[in-house]
């Protein structure tokens, strides 16, 4: 079975965080390397992501908040 914490979207990081405004290309949390969930949905939004990807992300979140932060572990796999 994947899950989120086995699946990457190379996507989420050729955009910039509307959170923190992290640049493109670089993490918004350096340690543990990590996205804000933020950037997640606004790959999604631009379509570079699937629903299906998507419910596995979230799926694998505890909390969900405007600063939700997704880890490397949940960003390996494929989109």
Not at 40 to 66: H, I
Request: proline content about 8%; charged content about 20%; some cysteine.
């Amino acid at each position: 079975m994947t899950t989120a914490s086995t699946i990457t979207a190379p996507a989420v990081r050729t955009r910039q965080c509307p959170l923190c405004e992290a640049p493109a290309g670089e993490a918004c949390q350096p340690k543990p390397s990590g996205d804000h969930l933020a950037r997640y949905l606004d790959a999604y939004t631009a379509g570079q992501l699937t629903k299906a990807y998507m419910a596995r992300v979230l799926g694998e979140l505890v909390v969900v908040d405007a600063c939700a932060v997704i880890t490397i572990p949940a960003q390996r796999g494929e989109q």
